[in-house]
């Protein structure tokens, strides 16, 4: 045996080197950067001034979003990178471009709330730079490896994200349970991945779709294949939290800071939908007869579950989360209905997503920025009188939500279930429009309350420390100032903006996303 | 070379008997650290560079921490002495001369790779000068930073990430 030295070693050149594009992750470089950056920073910047970390942070995404912008234009051709495992285009370009919105808004309300919360900890901003990494990697991956480290990167520091008020008993309960649960969702996303690289051979999505392309006219797709890309549905079925594989949310959303719920419920929804657009609407595209109909009963069941439970809840949060479970169903019916129609309107769903929810969550925000989450119904009680202008701005949000005309709710709805119609699926359409008939009830029910006296007790125990609760949160409701922060009026006018601009020039977003789709490779 | 790989596989031996032998538990785990540690030195005279990192790092390292964590905690007093025939002591025996024949059978006939259904004999797919390129350290470094930098990558953002959040939850509470 020869050759175990070192030195006797031949060596062998490197006979193979893949297209490496460092342009092409851009957003994912400046962001990840930003997060080693703030690692440091957080060493050097003494604890009273960690608003400085804020700032920082929202340059970083800033910074990604120009880049995302810059990219857009010679995005119309992109091709897959890094051996074929990450492609920036349009299609990613525009999710990256809501995550990264979403993520800044996020980040400039934070120091306020975070502060009067005792939370303010320069850990909170580096794990979000790293979730959004996760999620930009999510947008963009082409590579069933990527794809799964995407969505790890994303979901672990949401999980300590969600415990981030380690003291309190919810917060810790969120964080745990979204723990246990992601755990799973990532199992079986990883089973189904395993699956479909054991039948096909191939981790990238452009080989695996070329396996498909030849199999599926052929009538040889294997069992094995179509139990992989059930699985794979299952994983992020989880992870945008639709019906049956919801159960997390409504409890991790409550438990965790709010600040924290508005980037899980928006940003992730995002990043996971734009993977299972890529997946199911594009590279397992051919083999849509297997499995248009299971999604299409997830997404029916997401709509009446999430809808219905919504309407018994009391809690903003809870609400909010089966509302978010709600979306999901009407966003799935996208990707059940598949290219391209089907893309560009759940695309253009997930925009008007962002804006109404990100919007919604942070003037809940801004209320809970003065030492008491704002999150019972209770609390919301006269804010018309109170705040007449917060709280006109969160009726437009809920209305929104609620698909009322000339907001943006509207038009997403509109586009998918034209959609659905389009595509022969009609009983999507018709789930679709009664589930949101329901939903009326609900979020108007929070804008008809915020009109109301403040004083009123309905539903209340009259005895119970409730009372003390609420006089003291009314209290605390005298500094007005507290949250209420130029960066802090500037975001929320903006989502309000853009949900309006959404809702009554929908050709704006419209023209841009129509002729988008996933590319592969 | 062989004489590297003699000592080793004495040492190997020696230390596996001592797993069986040794009175305290902890010995056993010590000697098992001797064994692993053996057993990578061969591998390294058989020119699988990456086997022998990966066998130290993982299972004398952190796989045998965790065991003397247990041992550890659990603080075993002396062994309860077993009888030669007793009969667990019978079947592992049993199990341990059916795992050598079939291990020696395998060495001398060359192994068949059931996959490709073909034969594979000693000087097969794995003759020497093919271990020689394959079996290094260079190729599986190669592939790391070509084909699959982007999962390289971002598997460490996710170990940073990840030290990140345990250093946060597990931090005292500062006094405020």
Redesign the interface.
Known sequence: ????SVGA?PW?P?H???A?DLLS?LPELIV?AG?VLM?IADLLVPPSRRGILAVGTAAVLSAALVAVIWQWGGAAHAYAT??G??VADRFGLFSDALILSTAIVVVLLSPPYLAGR?LH?G?YY??LL?SV??ML?LAGGT?L??IF??V??LS??L??LA??A??ERRSQEA?MKYLLLGGFASAFLLYGMALVYGDTGKTNLTAIHRVLLEAVPAGHVSPLLMAGIGLIGIGLAFKVSAAPFHWWTPDVYEGSPVVVTTFMSVATKVAAFAAFLRLFSTTFGSAQSGWTVPLALVAIASMIFGNVVALAQRSMKRMLAYSGIAQAGYILIGVAVGQPDGTAAALYYLAAYTAMNTGAFAVLTILSSRGRECDEYRHLRGLGRREPFLAGLLAIFLLSLAGFPLTAGFFGKFFLFSAAIHDGQVPLAVWGVVTSAVSVFYYLRVTLLMLGQAGETEGMDPGSTGGDQLESWAVQTGDRRAGWTLPGRVLVLTAAAATLVLGIFPTVVYGVIQGIHAVTG | MSVIFGLAAAVAVVAALGVVVAQRTLYSALALVANMVALAVLFLTLDAQFLAAVQIIVYAGAVMVLFVFIIALLSPGAQERLHPLEARVLIGGLAAVAFTVVVARLTLNGVSVAASGRFYGRLGPFAPVLVDRHGQVQTLGEQLFTTFLLPFELSSLLLLVAAVGAVYLSRRRRAS
């Open positions: 045996m020869t050759g175990w070693l062998y490197l193979f080197v893949p490496v992750a990840g997060m690692l890094f051996d495992s990450f005792g900890a850990e580096i794990l790293a990494v996760g990697t590579n490896i990527v480290l995407g790890e990167l672990i520091p999980y300590v415990g981030f380690r003291d964080g």
